[in-house]
Every structure is written in C-alpha cells, then in structure tokens.
C-alpha cells in the first residue's frame, strides 16, 4: 500500500482555558478528558460539560507528591508510555478497619492508548483495560472467566480515591468509591471495578 500516512494514530490537539476555582491556565491535552486537575491549585476540574463557563471545579486539599511526575516519560515493553495522571486510593475490606493504599498513574501512549501503572504493597504491576467483559455467574460469583482462562476470587474489597492529579479519560473525583474484586490466575490478576453509576 502506498500514500498512507506515517502514524495512524489520531493527532491530539491541546485545549487550553483558565481554572475556575483560582484563574490559572489549564492545558487539555486529550480529546476524552473527563477530568483533569489544576497543576497551579490542584483544583478537580469536570469537563463533562465542556470548558470554560461550565467547568466546574473542587478543591483537594493535602496533595500526594506522586513518585513519577507527571508528563514524564519512559520505556515499558519496549514501547514509550507517558505518565497523564495519578490517583492514591485506599481500600478496605469490609467488616475489617485496616485499610490499605495504593497509588495509580495513568500512562498514555499514542498507538497504544492508555494503561495504568500500579504501585501497591505487593509491588508494582502494569494494568490494561480488557477488551470485552468477562463471565461471571453472578454479583457474588468466585470465579471469573475471560479468553477461556478461568480466575478465582482473591481479594474483594472497598477502595476509595483520597487524591487525583493529572488528565483523565473517565469522570474521576476524590472520595469517589468502588467495589473491587481481584481474581488470580497464577500471577495473572483480572481486577473488577464498580461504582454505584
């Protein structure tokens, strides 16, 4: 084939307006951003309903520096990924009162569209969204199959997210919840997230 172009990958074009809550300027780099944080006030900025007059914002207090900052970019698997945004979340199981934490970034990589690098008690761990759902016989189900490989419930638990910094392509919000289940299959982990929405 001849005359295509170099790159298929779509051309991002950045968006850039002033932060509601303190009037510094705020860059978009993403088409799917939902939301975003302010670097100046670390504001949480929804863009769900467009920039500008609309945007509204929340303040977060006490920020988590994150160990790789934002916009820094590295080598996984031989492919660039760049770090968008971060999350520190905390979980719990329920009926107990230990909580656990762990911290999320958001990687981005133009061919390969986004990934999450995690880093928890148990190490660190590269995440990708799956492609189609996978099979449970029901809410309450211990095992989980996908690709014809069956998982088996290891860990379900509550997290909730104490602080967001960066661009993101889901409506992210601190104190925000879920109820997540982690199924093994030796060293593989296929992980559920729910919200009430």
């Not at 107990?96 to 970034?105: C, K, L, R, V």
Request: include cysteine; proline fraction near 5%; aromatic fraction near 10%.
């Amino acid at each position: 084939m001849v005359g295509l172009k170099a790159e298929s990958a779509k051309e991002e074009k950045g968006r850039q307006f002033n932060c509601p809550a303190c009037g510094a300027p705020v860059q978009v780099d993403f088409s799917s951003t939902k939301r975003l944080t302010c670097a100046s006030c670390h504001s949480l900025i929804d863009l769900t309903q467009g920039v500008g007059a609309e945007a509204v914002a929340a303040r977060q207090t006490e920020p988590v520096e994150p160990i790789i900052a934002l916009g820094r970019t590295g080598q996984l698997q031989g492919k660039p990924w760049q770090v968008v945004g971060f999350q520190h979340r905390m979980g719990v199981v329920p009926g107990d009162d230990e909580h656990f934490g762990w911290s999320e970034y958001l990687l981005y990589n133009q061919k390969r569209g986004f990934s999450f690098l995690v880093d928890s008690e148990e190490g660190w761990s590269l995440v990708r969204p799956t492609t189609g759902a996978p099979s449970m016989a029901s809410s309450t189900a211990r095992t989980a199959t996908y690709m014809g490989t069956t998982y088996t419930l290891k860990y379900s638990y509550e997290a909730e997210t104490n602080y967001v910094c960066g661009e993101f392509y889901w409506p992210v919000h601190r104190d925000q919840t879920t109820q997540n289940r982690d199924f093994a299959n030796g060293k593989r982990l296929l992980s559920s997230e729910q919200s009430g929405t």
